[in-house]
């Protein structure tokens, strides 16, 4: 039988430092037991985890047994459901152990930390004391990720309010070694006369389910001179106007309404909005045309896309355009939806080189309208267009058809009814929608006469 603890000690500390961030903090705290060497080396790990699996058991089995899981009752329009939900009573033994692995950690560097748990403001101490040591250690990547959306499982309860993330404890440090901060159901308010020099090397920032005050927000990013990427999800900045002023800001995304923004950012060149009310692509499109740089563009619909509605500002830089159409917000069933209105977006986008539209609930689409000078929606420039989602109805087919037909430089029109996952861009399908989609995609262009039919693809 091999035995590991006459092989693996021999390895030097950095590999098994490499090693130790592949376990969880409960089988890295084991290691201690097969080596006088690995004893204390497991408390020199400088990239930190801490979430359900990692912390309390390894498996969901695991966590019902100990009763970390429990079945709930969740309400919901049919009524209520029995669903599995995090015990509330865990919060305080997932905060002690780590609060344990961080005071026996004799790492004099941390480089990441990330927490995934539905912490507040009950364990706001405790929080501030790991930070306050994050920050003593020369801490480059937080993700604090107390939004209940974070989470594998729902909670059994939710009485907890947020924490204050504590700006005040970087004051107390000339040190800038943090580049990377990512925020979820926390508090940001504007310590007194504070001067953001901590946050001077700062290239990534991540706001979610948070409530700031909106002057605080513009002089972070305003002072944040290495920001390159912001993200402001589902936040209340308690103003009805936000001004983001960035010099080095190059990719923004924006979780919800747009509503009175203000650009100031001439590197930007990668936005992805969230588009609520109808027509509100229009306001979108007026806002970014005043970006010089703007290549790339990402439009989350959660309503109709109106067929004539006239889009008078172009995006005159665009070579990218990813529409991911949901199903709007409070809707009944089936939806008045055309798909032709798409065609109007890619007329504002003389340049475009790539569009890609994603269908989540093809379903529930219907009273296509039938568009009968789609001549006016010629384009010169696009060479790739992909439709997802696409299960053989006829308004796509006719899409297709339609931009095979009058995108004069085109040369592959991808139609598949599998997606990609809004995130993480992963393929995935939906069996119950999707499972004789492709073969009527195929069935439909076999009985049309479609000129350009080498062009498409299907996958």
């Known amino acids: 039988m091999f035995d590991c603890t006459s092989q693996v000690p021999d390895l030097p500390d950095c590999v098994l430092s490499y090693i130790f961030t592949?376990?969880?903090?409960?089988?890295?705290?084991?290691?201690?037991?097969?080596?006088?060497?690995?004893?204390?080396?497991?408390?020199?790990?400088?990239?930190?985890?801490?979430?359900?699996?990692?912390?309390?058991?390894?498996?969901?089995?695991?966590?019902?047994?100990?009763?970390?899981?429990?079945?709930?009752?969740?309400?919901?329009?049919?009524g209520s459901t029995m669903e599995r939900a995090l015990n509330w009573d865990t919060s305080d033994l997932f905060v002690k152990r780590v609060d344990q692995f961080l005071k026996h950690s004799n790492a004099t560097t941390i480089d990441s930390f990330l927490v995934n748990f539905y912490l507040g403001s009950q364990q706001q101490s405790t929080i501030d004391e790991w930070i306050s040591f994050l920050i003593k250690r020369g801490i480059q990547r937080i993700d604090l990720l107390f939004s209940v959306t974070s989470l594998p499982f729902t909670l059994s309860t939710y009485l907890c309010r947020p924490c204050q993330f504590p700006l005040h404890l970087f004051s107390e440090t000339t040190a800038s070694t943090l580049k990377h901060l990512r925020l979820e159901y926390c508090l940001l308010f504007h310590p007194t006369n504070y001067d953001f020099t901590s946050f001077k090397n700062l290239s990534f920032l991540s706001l979610k389910t948070l409530r700031a005050d909106a002057s605080f927000i513009e002089s972070l990013l305003s002072n944040c001179k290495q920001l390159e990427e912001l993200h402001l999800i589902e936040c209340d900045f308690e103003s009805p106007i936000l001004k983001i002023v960035s010099s080095s800001l190059c990719h923004l995304k924006r979780g919800d309404r747009l509503g009175n923004m203000n650009f100031i950012t001439p590197m930007l060149n990668n936005v992805q909005l969230a588009v609520i009310y109808s027509g509100e692509h229009v306001d979108a499109f007026r806002l970014l045309a005043t970006l010089p740089k703007l290549e790339i563009l990402q439009l989350d619909f959660y309503s109709t896309v109106p067929t004539f509605v006239k889009i008078t500002q172009r995006l005159e830089h665009?070579?990218?355009?990813?529409?991911?159409?949901?199903?709007?917000?409070?809707?009944?069933?089936?939806?008045?939806?055309?798909?032709?209105?798409?065609?109007?977006?890619?007329?504002?986008?003389?340049?475009?080189?790539?569009?890609?539209?994603?269908?989540?609930?093809?379903?529930t689409m219907e009273n296509q309208q039938v568009a009968s000078d789609v001549e006016v929606f010629s384009h010169d420039e696009v060479k790739v267009i992909e439709l997802r989602g696409c299960v053989g109805n006829w308004y796509e087919i006719e899409f297709a058809m339609n931009v095979i037909k009058y995108a004069n430089k085109l040369e592959q029109i991808v139609l598949s009814p599998y997606w990609k996952d809004h995130e993480s861009l992963d393929w995935s399908s939906e069996l119950v929608w999707f499972q004789s989609g492709r073969q009527k995609i195929s069935e439909k262009f076999q009985s049309e006469d479609v000129v350009g039919r080498e062009k498409l693809l299907l996958i």
């Not at 006088?36 to 979430?51: C, I």
């Not at 529409?323 to 065609?343: A, E, N, W």
């Open 318 to 363: 665009l070579k990218e355009l990813n529409l991911i159409l949901y199903r709007p917000f409070d809707t009944p069933q089936k939806l008045d939806f055309d798909l032709s209105g798409i065609l109007t977006i890619l007329q504002a986008c003389p340049l475009l080189q790539e569009l890609s539209v994603m269908l989540t609930y093809p379903e």
């Open 22 to 78: 592949k376990l969880s903090m409960k089988d890295l705290l084991k290691t201690s037991i097969l080596s006088k060497r690995w004893r204390n080396l497991w408390t020199l790990r400088r990239d930190l985890y801490f979430d359900v699996f990692n912390v309390l058991e390894n498996t969901e089995e695991e966590l019902i047994q100990k009763g970390y899981l429990i079945d709930v009752p969740l309400p919901n329009i049919y």
